[in-house]
């Protein structure tokens, strides 16, 4: 296993880290296989996997109530007591804090789940920009600060899955140790981006990647003319993508949420040469090469540069115009459905759509927003 620091923070973390959002199930989502679960942990942590990722919801029934995710790593790092050894990270639910006490209530309850009394890296989950404000006024930064200083959390930082500009702002609004973003070869120019990746990096914030495989969609949904591409090659497309990563110098820890025994040992072993800097001039050039076929594919050139927003419906037209374009390029139609509908709320979605054309008026590409709207809901459903 290869190792980085984190950051500022000084902190030697694997460059695989285990993402505890997909551990194996029985059945249901909540119910997690705790035998197949610990069978992997053994094996990731056996072979130098430092770094568990895992939040309050994961694995639970909805967002709002505590999944089972914490609760099972809690105890299989009690059990085999080794909590000293690895470094973990959890997640305040922003969405659920209605006032300032949610906020000692959520981190006390968390450190009970997780049966220790030190959380190592503690993350304000999925900030928008639409509450951050309401956080700030709820005292988070202050309460991250208490926090850190009476020893609960050592370190501290955040994720987001919205856009470059938002999280710069954030970036620059507190002493972060580290953050967490999506990024994989084809999310280089939507969410938080390459621009928000290098602006964390050269402030010393920690960069920690979430769904390097587009939640899987970059290894079993690849079409036929980018497997083309790679004729030749002798790489899955699961190591292209990981690869592509670890090329990348500012990048410190990618999580897998990793759910077979198969695909953990893929990734440990491609972990090996996970080297920054270290793909051929013709590797990277392979890789332009498949951007580009995607590109290829898309549905609508929209930059998502938001001049068509506010939508007097609220309908979220950048967020919408890039499920469009996910599900034109990507062979995984019911993965990106569910994404549409997790992350945007019902008011965000195209099917709200008034035509009053405001939209059109507004885009900077001219686009026919009206039309593509259509498309979407007739592509993702009503
Ligand atoms: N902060 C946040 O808001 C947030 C959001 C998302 C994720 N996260 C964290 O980030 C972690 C990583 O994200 P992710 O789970 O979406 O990662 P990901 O690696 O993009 O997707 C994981 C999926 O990829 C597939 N996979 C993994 N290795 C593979 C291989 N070698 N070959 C083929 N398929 C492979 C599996 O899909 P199949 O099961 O379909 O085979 C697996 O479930 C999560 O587990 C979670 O801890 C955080």
């Not at 902190?11 to 705790?34: A, N, Y």
């Not at 994989?184 to 621009?195: A, M």
Request: proline share 4%.
């Amino acid at each position: 296993m290869l190792y980085h620091e984190l950051g500022s923070t000084g902190e030697k973390v694997s460059i695989l880290g285990f993402g505890c959002m997909r551990l194996p199930t029985r059945g249901h989502h909540d119910k997690i296989d705790e035998v197949k679960s610990s069978q992997l942990l053994d094996h990731a942590l056996e072979n130098g996997v430092n770094y568990l990722d895992t939040a309050y919801p994961y694995h639970g029934i909805s967002n709002s109530e505590g999944g089972n995710s914490e609760v099972f790593i809690g105890e299989y790092l009690h059990q085999r007591d080794m909590h000293s050894q690895i470094h973990l990270a959890t997640k305040l639910p922003t969405w659920l804090l209605q006032e300032p006490v949610d906020m000692d209530r959520f981190l006390n309850q968390q450190l009970k789940r997780l049966k220790t009394d030190q959380i190592d890296f503690y993350l304000l989950h999925s900030l928008k920009e639409k509450n951050w404000f309401r956080l700030e006024d709820l005292g988070i930064l202050d309460f991250l600060d208490s926090a850190v200083a009476d020893g609960r959390i050592k370190y501290t930082g955040f994720s987001s899955h919205d856009g470059t500009a938002f999280f710069k702002e954030v970036v620059d609004s507190y002493q972060w140790d580290m953050c967490q973003l999506q990024y994989n070869y084809l999310d280089e120019q939507i969410q938080v981006g390459k621009e928000g990746l290098e602006y964390a990096a050269e402030k010393g914030i920690g960069t920690v990647i979430m769904e390097p495989l587009k939640g899987g969609a970059l290894a079993n949904y690849v079409p036929p003319e980018v497997k083309k591409l790679w004729e030749g090659f002798n790489r899955t497309p699961a190591e292209w993508a990981f690869r592509y990563l670890w090329n990348i110098p500012q990048i410190h820890v990618v999580l897998s949420g990793m759910n077979t025994m198969e695909q953990l040992m893929e990734n440990l072993k491609i972990a090996e040469e996970g080297h920054p800097d270290s793909l051929s001039p013709q590797e990277n050039e392979v890789m332009q090469q498949v951007k580009q076929a995607y590109k290829d594919k898309i549905a609508v050139e929209c930059s998502a540069c938001g001049y068509c927003m506010p939508c007097p419906s609220g309908i979220n037209i950048p967020q919408c115009l890039s499920y469009l374009n996910q599900a034109a390029m990507l062979n995984d139609i019911s993965n990106i459905k569910s994404q549409y509908y997790f992350m945007l709320k019902d008011t965000e979605h195209a099917s709200k759509c008034l035509e009053c054309g405001l939209c059109e008026e507004m885009c900077s590409q001219k686009l026919p927003i009206r039309e593509k709207l259509k498309e979407v809901k007739e592509t993702l459903g009503d």
